[in-house]
């Protein structure tokens, strides 16, 4: 597949490896879906051939890789099993808050830990009071007047929520006149307080472990906090948004991979007895196939400029990032109906997993940034409005 993403060196490597381990974790992917089971098999291999580290620094036991890396890495596991993709994604975005903070205590011993495959992060934003609006928290950090704080939060929809060692959450500052004036801070799963309050039985992305987790006056010392008290709202956007922007992009274009794949098999080989045709020589069904790769070709483009961008930010970086999720968000939907309608009943009765694909893309949508919050942020900035 052409290298789109500008990788060479280490990076290439790192890929190939990613591709083989891939088919390993896809033999699990169908029991994964089916059981709604937490791919911990998969996570483990992961962790153990050093991807919990792959954008990590290499001072602190990590690869040092790029933006597009990482979505090649991630394109490669979403093919095999999207709720692993999940994972990972979430993994390396709660990473990457460490990777930049200067607040936390002990921050390169938490790094070398993960990159030694040692302990698995997630993001804990999104809370049931403002909902997909996870840059608006509602819950509150209190001062205990002794340098520490404790706050009580109904995060909701936590990936890994069961199996992650840590959650990358948010709070607002002690005393904050607006939800924007938020903290972002690291809270143990085992610590005081925290409770894992539900299970996960959702339409796709079954193995994800997305449970909503209760804090309830956990407490969170100076050196827990990954930014200064007020100005998470900065990390959230400027560091986490756009690491989760390509995760999440590259999981989508995993998806359409995986349904053109199938799509390709099943017309190349099933046909009709009576005259000895395939599908493959129906002009429609061939039509279905090539919008297919065509509308993936064009949106992977996309994110591969954008990561480059990355590499070396300018103004209209924000802006391509944002539409590189959503350009990946509306494909894969696109392209997983059209191999649901070109394969027929046989992706209907389950038979190709394109059917999983299907329901896998769908998650995207209501995953915040949603794409009515993509397309709201985006058109703002082409017209010369804030974002908020």
């Given at each position: 597949?052409?290298?789109?993403?500008?990788?060479?060196?280490?990076?290439?490597?790192?890929?190939?490896?990613?591709?083989?381990?891939?088919?390993?974790?896809?033999?699990?992917?169908?029991?994964?879906?089916?059981?709604?089971?937490?791919?911990?098999?998969?996570?483990?291999?992961?962790?153990?051939?050093?991807?919990?580290?792959?954008?990590?620094?290499?001072?602190?036991g990590g690869n040092g890789q790029s933006p597009g890396v990482f979505a090649a890495v991630v394109e490669e596991l979403a093919q095999a099993c999207p709720s692993t993709a999940m994972i990972y994604v979430m993994h390396v975005c709660a990473s990457q808050t460490f990777v930049t903070s200067h607040t936390l205590a002990n921050r390169e011993a938490l790094l070398k830990q993960i990159s030694a495959g040692e302990h698995l992060t997630t993001l804990a934003f999104s809370e049931r009071g403002s909902r997909s609006q996870f840059w608006a928290p509602v819950s509150e950090m209190r001062d205990d007047s002794q340098g520490s704080f404790t706050t009580s939060a109904s995060k909701s929809w936590v990936t890994s929520a069961n199996h992650a060692d840590s959650y990358v959450s948010s709070s607002?500052?002690?005393?904050?006149?607006?939800?924007?004036?938020?903290?972002?801070?690291?809270?143990?799963?085992?610590?005081?307080?925290?409770?894992?309050?539900?299970?996960?039985?959702?339409?796709?992305?079954?193995?994800?472990?997305?449970?909503?987790?209760?804090?309830?006056?956990?407490?969170?010392?100076?050196?827990?906090?990954?930014?200064?008290?007020?100005?998470?709202?900065?990390?959230?956007?400027?560091?986490?948004?756009?690491?989760?922007?390509?995760?999440?992009?590259?999981?989508?274009?995993?998806?359409?991979?995986?349904?053109?794949?199938?799509?390709?098999?099943?017309?190349?080989?099933?046909?009709?007895?009576?005259?000895?045709?395939?599908?493959?020589?129906?002009?429609?069904?061939?039509?279905?196939?090539?919008?297919?790769?065509?509308?993936?070709?064009?949106?992977?483009?996309?994110?591969?400029?954008?990561?480059?961008?990355?590499?070396?930010?300018?103004?209209?970086?924000?802006?391509?990032?944002?539409?590189?999720?959503?350009?990946?968000?509306?494909?894969?939907?696109?392209?997983?109906?059209?191999?649901?309608?070109?394969?027929?009943?046989?992706?209907?009765?389950?038979?190709?997993?394109?059917?999983?694909?299907?329901?896998?893309?769908?998650?995207?949508?209501?995953?915040?940034?949603?794409?009515?919050?993509?397309?709201?942020?985006?058109?703002?900035?082409?017209?010369?409005?804030?974002?908020?």
């Open positions: 597949m052409a290298n789109i993403f500008g990788i060479d060196g280490v990076g290439l490597k790192l890929v190939a490896q990613a591709k083989e381990l891939a088919g390993k974790i896809e033999q699990r992917a169908i029991e994964v879906d089916n059981d709604a089971k937490f791919p911990s098999e998969s996570i483990a291999e992961l962790a153990a051939a050093g991807f919990f580290g792959l954008c990590n620094p290499v001072e602190l607002q500052k002690p005393g904050a006149s607006s939800p924007l004036e938020s903290t972002l801070y690291v809270a143990r799963r085992n610590a005081k307080g925290v409770n894992v309050s539900g299970s996960f039985n959702g339409l796709g992305l079954r193995g994800n472990d997305s449970a909503p987790v209760e804090f309830i006056d956990v407490a969170v010392s100076q050196g827990e906090l990954l930014t200064p008290q007020g100005e998470g709202a900065a990390m959230m956007l400027e560091v986490v948004l756009p690491w989760f922007s390509v995760g999440t992009a590259a999981m989508a274009h995993g998806l359409c991979l995986a349904a053109i794949s199938a799509t390709q098999k099943h017309l190349s080989n099933a046909g009709f007895s009576y005259d000895g045709t395939k599908l493959r020589d129906l002009p429609n069904l061939r039509a279905r196939v090539a919008e297919m790769s065509c509308r993936t070709a064009q949106s992977r483009a996309l994110l591969g400029f954008t990561t480059q961008l990355m590499l070396d930010p300018d103004d209209q970086t924000p802006l391509y990032v944002l539409q590189s999720r959503m350009a990946a968000l509306e494909a894969a939907l696109h392209v997983t109906d059209l191999g649901m309608k070109a394969c027929g009943g046989a992706a209907f009765s389950r038979h190709l997993g394109i059917e999983q694909m299907f329901r896998d893309a769908r998650a995207g949508w209501v995953m915040a940034p949603t794409v009515d919050h993509l397309q709201e942020f985006i058109g703002r900035a082409l017209t010369g409005l804030p974002l908020f």
